[in-house]
Nanobody
Framework: QVQLAESGGGSVQAGGSLRLSCAVS????????IGWFRQAPGKEREGLAS????????DHADSVKGRFGISQNNAKNTVYLQMNDLKPDDSAMYYC?????????????????WGQGTQVTVSS
């Protein structure tokens, strides 16, 4: 059974940092592209970053470049999203997703598996 388990969300003040984790199990880890997405109430789900596990190649959305960074720990089958200088507009539910054949990383329909999400709330 494939499982993606997000953790690390919480409430922080503007300017603070959080590191989200996505633990992957039940599927060959090295075949995957892992993406982080977020969705705020009333807004569409937005792609933030991705990492191809086999070679570590990453992509980041322009909206978070310089503040968010994706990384991996292959020994733990875990992908991280480091978020710095958080702003109230970053408040959302954050999801990780995994796919084997993802051509365009920010196209959520190309992912096979999704986690349940972790809430991030940033206060001003």
């Amino acid at each position: 059974q494939v499982q993606l388990a997000e953790s690390g969300g919480g409430s922080v003040q503007a300017g603070g940092s959080l590191r989200l984790s996505c633990a992957v199990s039940g599927v060959p880890y090295r075949d995957l592209l892992i993406g982080w997405f977020r969705q705020a109430p009333g807004k569409e789900r937005e792609g933030l970053a991705s990492i191809y596990i086999a070679d570590g190649l990453t992509d980041h959305a322009d909206s978070v470049k310089g503040r968010f960074g994706i990384s991996q720990n292959n020994a733990k089958n875990t992908v991280y999203l480091q978020m710095n200088d958080l702003k109230p507009d970053d408040s959302a539910m954050y999801y990780c997703a995994a796919g084997r054949y993802v051509a365009i990383w920010y196209h959520q329909n190309e992912y096979d598996y999704w986690g349940q999400g972790t809430q991030v709330t940033v206060s001003s």
